[in-house]
């Protein structure tokens, strides 16, 4: 995490990508590929937000469903609908997952995002590393170690390509 958070400070490279109309950001060192949508295999009683496995190399990568992670409804894919391969640190192992995202936009630098937004309240941003903007809108930087609790992980893990940290 902490070398996340020195990325985002530095103005990395982020690949931007859409989710209804938000656009989120991640490091681009945690991509491994960007892929077209492709049949996903399901598999029984993951979670709602788990659409299932993938084919990378030979090897199944969990595929998970942003909109669903996020709490939207899900949508059917489009043409421009993408699967990013990321490899995220949790639980002091390295998990290869899929992330299935309305579009993908670029990869573009930042510069130096500001914190996630106080509004007063508690809410789940533990996920957030900062705010940055693209244009005239704004991009959510995730953190995706923290964006998959370590219940998720676990869960998540059972059908994951693990690689030793």
Same mark, same amino acid.
């Given at each position: 995490?902490? *070398?996340? !958070?020195?990325?985002? +400070?530095?103005?990395?490279? $982020?690949?931007?990508?859409?989710i209804e109309r938000?656009?989120?950001?991640?490091?681009?060192?945690a991509?491994?590929?960007i892929?077209?949508?492709?049949p996903v $295999?399901?598999?029984?009683e993951m =979670?709602?937000?788990?659409?299932?496995?993938?084919d990378?190399?030979?090897?199944?990568v969990?595929?998970?469903?942003?909109?669903? !992670? $996020? #709490?939207l409804?899900a949508?059917?894919? @489009?043409?421009?609908?993408?699967?990013?391969?990321?490899?995220v640190? /949790?639980?002091?192992?390295r998990l290869?997952?899929?992330?299935?995202?309305d579009?993908? $936009?670029? /990869?573009?630098?930042l510069? !130096? =995002?500001? +914190?996630p937004p106080?509004i007063g309240v508690?809410? %789940?941003?533990d996920?957030?590393?900062g705010v940055g903007r693209? #244009?005239d809108?704004?991009?959510?930087?995730l953190?995706? +170690? %923290?964006?998959f609790? @370590?219940?998720d992980? @676990?869960?998540?893990?059972?059908g *994951?390509l693990a /690689?030793?940290a």
């Open positions: 995490m902490a *070398a996340q !958070k020195s990325e985002v +400070a530095n103005g990395a490279q $982020f690949v931007t990508l859409g938000e656009v989120f950001a991640v490091p681009v060192a991509v491994v590929e892929l077209a949508m492709q $295999f399901r598999v029984p =979670p709602a937000y788990c659409a299932g496995l993938i990378v190399r030979g090897r199944g969990p595929v998970i469903d942003l909109r669903m !992670k $996020f #709490g409804s949508s059917a894919a @489009t043409e421009n609908t993408r699967i990013l391969v990321v490899e640190p /949790v639980a002091a192992r290869v997952l899929g992330l299935i995202a579009r993908v $936009f670029e /990869v573009a630098p510069g !130096k =995002p500001d +914190a106080d508690t809410w %789940r941003s996920y957030i590393s693209r #244009g809108g704004f991009v959510i930087i953190d995706l +170690a %923290r964006l609790s @370590t219940d992980a @676990t869960l998540l893990g059972q *994951a /690689v030793p």
